[in-house]
């Protein structure tokens, strides 16, 4: 039997920083300089190496440089943002339209990643039908993780009308958004969660969480 | 401004190693040895720091290390998988009777990971409903690359019916399973996936799932 790959706690500290280190990143910290080539490489492989329910990969990347795409998918975002800002009230009405948060086109590059659902039944699938959905968004963990670990920003922007995007890239009716990533180098990293430091919302620790046993 | 943790080669290539040595692991490669409390602070840590819409974390984790419950659980996967076998026809339902595929008595650990929608509208949430499930499904895979950087095999198992395991643990109405996950040390990884091994599915690569600009 071949020997498995044993990680030591140096490499396993390596894993917690990145863990610890990754941000959202939006469009007032993105620098002007391209993603090199290997780089995406790195990214792509690490979200087409990431676990599958039944080994589907049900995954699809559109890899989005063109500024003319990327400007009309700006404006799905536009429309839906003013949608989304009517559904908060008085202050956090107001904090909500001073926060920015995309970086669609002061990123060099963005990435929809589509689910693909497979005809017939995926094995672990059966019982739980947004295990696809759930494969595609690892693969974007996965892309979240080793991005910081290239000291890439990467940015998850999802107030996005799905539709509007599939009629700018042309994407296929049987194709569902699950991800739209805005990728480039940043002038920093936040030490926090930006609406967090912005106290948007409260950090949750394992004792507001984490149960044992049973729910009681 | 603070200055941001940049990574370097060495810690890439250790996160690249990370990913491409995860694997799901089964009920016949856990070994009978206990998870020592400060392995599972760690891979609850991982979660706890997934990224989350709108910083929302709508994340529960159940801690289940009861033989008894995890007894329960298991006759679920046995109901749901019986019916699961008879969607695959021919020889394929012959393959899928003969897999492994779930550890929830033989690892000494399995974590039920809850989502629990917010009341109110939450950012980035407005446009994408489902932003909130894929937040949680970050924070396993935080959980299952930590897990594997500790030398812990993770198995997600989703041949269940949440409502039978809400049942056993009680779980509220208001939340939804996302994934029940079992872990425990191994006598070996597999170097590659195992249905991959099998050939249940054939791997897909970059030419097969990436496109540039536009779906033509």
Request: charged letters at 30%; aromatic letters at 10%; hydrophobic letters at 40%.
């Amino acid at each position: 039997m071949e020997k498995s790959r044993l990680f030591n706690s140096e490499e396993q500290r390596v894993l917690e920083e990145i863990i610890l280190n990754r941000r959202d990143v939006r469009g007032n910290h993105f620098l002007d300089k391209p993603i090199e080539d290997d780089v995406l490489e790195k990214i792509l492989m690490a979200g087409l190496n990431a676990p599958s329910v039944g080994f589907s990969q049900p995954w699809e990347f559109v890899v989005i440089k063109d500024k003319d795409i990327r400007n009309k998918i700006k404006k799905s975002f536009e429309t839906e943002s003013a949608k989304a800002a009517e559904l908060f009230e008085d202050e956090k009405q107001k904090e909500y339209i001073k926060l920015k948060l995309e970086g669609i086109t002061e990123s060099p590059l963005n990435i929809a990643v589509y689910y693909v659902p497979k005809k017939g039944p995926v094995l672990g699938q059966t019982s739980m039908p947004d295990m696809g959905r759930f494969s595609v968004t690892c693969a974007i963990q996965n892309m979240w993780l080793m991005s910081r670990a290239l000291n890439v920003g990467m940015g998850w922007v999802s107030i996005l009308d799905p539709k509007e995007v599939a009629k700018v890239i042309n994407a296929p009716d049987s194709h569902e958004l699950i991800g739209y990533l805005c990728f480039g180098y940043t002038d920093m990293f936040y030490e926090k969660p930006e609406l967090e430091i912005l106290k948007w919302d409260e950090r949750k620790y394992k004792d507001d969480v984490v149960f044992y046993e049973k729910y009681q």
